[in-house]
């Protein structure tokens, strides 16, 4: 089995402050990481993913996310947050190998703040 | 290259009719997945189709059907509407993990089902 925690239904943050969005995650196997984007009305968009390596994993838009597995954490963060990050942010993991299918947290939705 | 593709992309239906979602892939892409996101919920995961075969299925009454066709794209029906069907249905491609790919899903706008 395999689960997905977004603790934060909502982060405000004001522009140009560091942003962090909280995911953490179960999984009984190696787990592939993932953060999407949703803007109103629209499709996921993909921003970025931990497959192995390096802890640290940069994305589209000025996102990075670090893995953490001894506390099964995939944080999403942003050195200084726009108002056009303002979204819908979702967490999702999947295990390596086979038929896996991808499993997402609920979602967080982040409020910049000019 | 094209993105994922849906239609419609609004569709409205009363109690007890069925309804057709339909997607195509990027080009390439085997595997379609499809995912119920209904109002203030999360993805909630339906099907996975890859190679035409449903490959894994979520905690969906039977209801909930689909396949998907020999060029890739697939169709996503849902029979004796309910109104709590009433969601946006997303779906997505990527490249099955076999073919050397990580998994990353590929997102259509989603088609926002009404039931009225």
């Known amino acids: 089995a395999q689960s997905v925690a977004q603790p934060e239904d909502q982060v405000n943050v004001a522009e140009g402050n560091p942003l962090t969005v909280k995911c953490t995650y179960s999984?009984?196997?190696?787990?592939?990481l993932f953060w999407y984007v949703q803007y109103p009305n629209r499709g996921l968009q993909f921003l970025l993913k931990?497959?192995?390596?390096?802890?640290l994993v940069k994305g589209s838009y000025g996102f990075e996310a670090e893995f953490n597995k001894s506390q099964t954490s995939f944080h999403l963060k942003k050195p200084s947050a726009l108002v056009s990050d303002s979204a819908l942010y979702f967490c999702?993991?999947?295990?390596?190998?086979?038929?896996?299918?991808?499993?997402f947290g609920t979602g967080t939705k982040l409020q910049v703040i000019p | 290259e094209a993105g994922v593709t849906q239609s419609p992309t609004h569709l409205i239906k009363t109690r007890g009719q069925q309804a057709t979602l339909r997607c195509s892939p990027i080009s390439g892409h085997t595997s379609v997945y499809w995912y119920q996101q209904a109002l203030g919920l999360g993805l909630q995961f339906l099907l996975w189709?890859?190679?035409?075969?449903?490959?894994n299925r979520g905690n969906f009454p039977p209801r909930f059907s689909g396949r998907q066709f020999p060029n890739y794209s697939s169709e996503l029906n849902v029979n004796a509407l309910e109104l709590e069907d009433s969601a946006l249905y997303l779906c997505?491609?990527?490249?099955?993990?076999?073919?050397?790919?990580?998994?990353?899903?590929?997102f259509g706008e989603g088609s926002r089902l009404t039931v009225l």
């Open positions: 189709y890859d190679e035409g075969e449903e490959r």
């Open positions: 997505a491609s990527s490249l099955f993990q076999w073919q050397g790919a990580t998994g990353e899903l590929f």
């Open positions: 999984v009984s196997g190696n787990p592939y």
């Open positions: 999702a993991v999947r295990i390596s190998g086979g038929y896996q299918k991808v499993t």
């Open positions: 931990y497959i192995t390596g390096d802890n």
